[in-house]
Nanobody, 116 residues
Framework: VLLVESGGGLVQPGGSLRLSCAVS????????MAWYRQAPGKERELVAL???????NYGDSVKGRFAISRDNAKETVSLQMDDLRPEDTAVYYC???????????WGQGTQVTVSS
């Protein structure tokens, strides 16, 4: 199973980034997909979730600024991040999960830094 994130980097406050996660080795369409993030000294937190049926949910701090999407044909999940703020600085992780089962997989993470 491989989850490979890309698209992180350094951006100024107010800027945008688009993260992507390419998934292989699992039946992608069956999995709920999510983005989490972890800032230094803080616990990992849910950023955005998209269920296998397409319903989405967002952490309160990113509502209205971030958008998660999935492409079942390409087996990818993306996170469009707009109006970025310094407090969005973190390592962002892609997650694939089927709830109530042991199927729970993580990517290696991609760094997002928001700074002027």
């Amino acid at each position: 199973v491989l989850l490979v994130e890309s698209g992180g980097g350094l951006v100024q406050p107010g800027g945008s980034l688009r993260l992507s996660c390419a998934v292989s080795g699992i039946p992608f369409r069956l999995y709920n997909m999510a983005w989490y993030r972890q800032a230094p000294g803080k616990e990992r937190e849910l950023v955005a979730l998209i269920l296998n049926g397409g319903m989405t949910n967002y952490g309160d701090s990113v509502k209205g600024r971030f958008a998660i999407s999935r492409d079942n044909a390409k087996e990818t999940v993306s996170l469009q991040m707009d109006d970025l703020r310094p407090e969005d600085t973190a390592v962002y992780y892609c997650n694939a999960r089927i709830p109530t089962t042991p199927s729970n997989f993580w990517g290696q993470g991609t760094q997002v830094t928001v700074s002027s």
